[in-house]
């Protein structure tokens, strides 16, 4: 089954305009025109993409970071992620990412989807199944001074996605589609049983 998605904006956007900005953040309002004549505001966010990556080692065992996460005023279990630099390829910020953040380098390298976190957000989040993991120094950021790795069996961290203990969206969908991919490759005889 394939789900269709509509060619054609529904409206016509009469204007688009900065309400402020920060960084490589900004809010818009969109002035938009309804086909039945009526007019509204559409308020979004122009946000930066982002690379989320779900390393399995030979074992089945991934790895998850935890971090502070400043607005929600508690720690979080995520996948290795991070934004994409200017003008950066998803699979650069994803390499890019995996040794800052995970201290590995993946010989394997699968997408895994683009991902929307907000229907108020015009960013992407692509997501990766990194395979063929060598240990490297980790390289994290300043600000993710606090950060910590685990590694643990991917079914486990698929059970903490599903059960709560994972509460990032884009870590618990990015979860759920590598178990999905490699459940279907050891259906096909490829290796990998989660």
């Not at 390289?139 to 990032?168: C, F, Q, S």
Request: hydrophobic letters at 40%; glycine letters at 8%; proline letters at 5%.
């Amino acid at each position: 089954m394939s789900l269709e998605h509509a060619s054609e904006q529904p409206y016509t956007t009469r204007s688009s305009r900065e309400l402020a900005r920060s960084g490589r953040f900004a809010l818009v309002v969109d002035e938009i025109d309804m086909p039945d004549g009526s007019h509204h505001q559409n308020r979004w966010f122009r946000a930066t993409s982002a690379a989320f990556i779900v390393p399995v080692f030979d074992d089945l065992t991934t790895v998850l970071v935890r971090q502070w996460r400043h607005p929600w005023r508690e720690t979080s279990w995520e996948v290795p992620a991070g934004t994409l630099e200017e003008g950066e390829e998803p699979l650069d910020g994803a390499r890019r990412e995996l040794e800052e953040e995970a201290g590995l380098l993946a010989g394997g390298w699968e997408p895994l989807g683009v991902l929307r976190p907000s229907a108020l957000l015009d960013a992407r989040q692509f997501l990766f199944l990194a395979r063929d993991l060598r240990a490297v120094s980790r390289a994290p950021e300043r600000y993710e001074a606090d950060m910590i790795t685990r590694r643990l069996p991917l079914a486990e961290a698929v059970e903490e996605a599903l059960a709560g203990g994972i509460a990032h969206a884009t870590a618990v969908s990015a979860l759920c589609r590598a178990a999905w991919r490699l459940g279907r490759l050891a259906a096909q005889g490829e290796g990998g049983q989660v």
